[in-house]
């Protein structure tokens, strides 16, 4: 919101805003942070005691930004252990609570649209490489569906070979933000970041083996439109763009939004 009053030339507003979030992210970091846990409590209590749960949830906090980089390194590091990643994506809650069950639907399951905000988190935070192993999960989780249709959700069972991942019983399919988590995903691994006031778009691609070369065309920023196409050489991503219509600067640079 701080960038939107900015634009609109409200800079006492944004400069607020700013400082808010600033004070909130102090207060953050010193209530819910659970050092022996490596790790964000899921939540407070009604005595605001710590509830030491690991779920999927502080991957929402890394792309929101919140969390110190130190600690989000830790988070990420969690989020890719064995008991929260088994192969088709982040379970909702850790393997090792006693209430894990990876048919039901909080308690161990796997949201497309979930993973799909947890890796730009892991993006924002310089982890592409985590990223796209996300990406690649939902990917060819949703390769084994009919018409690549991502459901709301299915079962967090370990991945093996030959095997598909277990759809949950009940499970809107098609649904509207598991579809959305392919352009998460997308904007995860191609570092996409639109800056219309100011006519730029900030671009920072990291693709995956498994994914060579990608071509986005009528992607639109404020007025313009442009061609982004993004390729492997080597290990390195390069990319080229070409404005279609409009004016528009693309740049490079380290993906870090708001």
Not at 90 to 98: E, F, G, K, N, P
Not at 145 to 158: K, M, N, Q
Request: aromatic share 12%.
């Amino acid at each position: 919101m701080a960038e939107a009053f900015e634009a609109l030339g409200e800079r006492e507003r944004a400069a607020e805003l700013r400082q808010k979030a600033a004070d909130l992210q102090k207060r953050f970091e010193e209530q819910f942070w659970c050092e022996e846990l490596a790790y964000y409590a899921y939540a407070l209590d009604s005595k605001k005691r710590l509830v030491q749960s690991v779920v999927s949830n502080p991957g929402h906090l890394l792309w929101s930004g919140i969390p110190r980089p130190d600690r989000a390194e830790r988070v990420v590091r969690r989020l890719m252990e064995p008991d929260m990643w088994r192969g088709w994506g982040i379970r909702t809650l850790s393997a090792d609570h006693a209430s894990y069950n990876p048919f039901l639907y909080q308690l161990g399951a796997v949201w497309p649209h979930d993973n799909g905000i947890i890796a730009l988190g892991f993006k924002r935070y310089g982890f592409g490489d985590e990223a796209a192993r996300v990406a690649e999960a939902i990917t060819e989780a949703a390769s084994n569906l009919v018409s690549f249709r991502l459901p709301e959700l299915y079962a967090g069972t370990e991945r093996r070979p030959n095997t598909f991942p277990v759809q949950y019983l009940g499970a809107n399919l098609p649904q509207a933000w598991a579809a959305g988590s392919v352009f998460h995903l997308l904007r995860a691994m191609l570092g996409l970041q639109a800056d219309a006031p100011n006519g730029c778009l900030y671009v920072d691609p990291q693709l995956p083996d498994w994914l060579t070369d990608v071509t986005l065309r009528k992607l639109t920023v404020g007025t313009a439109r442009l061609t982004l196409h993004c390729w492997r050489e080597g290990a390195r991503t390069c990319w080229d763009a070409q404005v279609d219509q409009g004016s528009l600067e693309v740049r490079e640079k380290p993906w870090n939004p708001w």
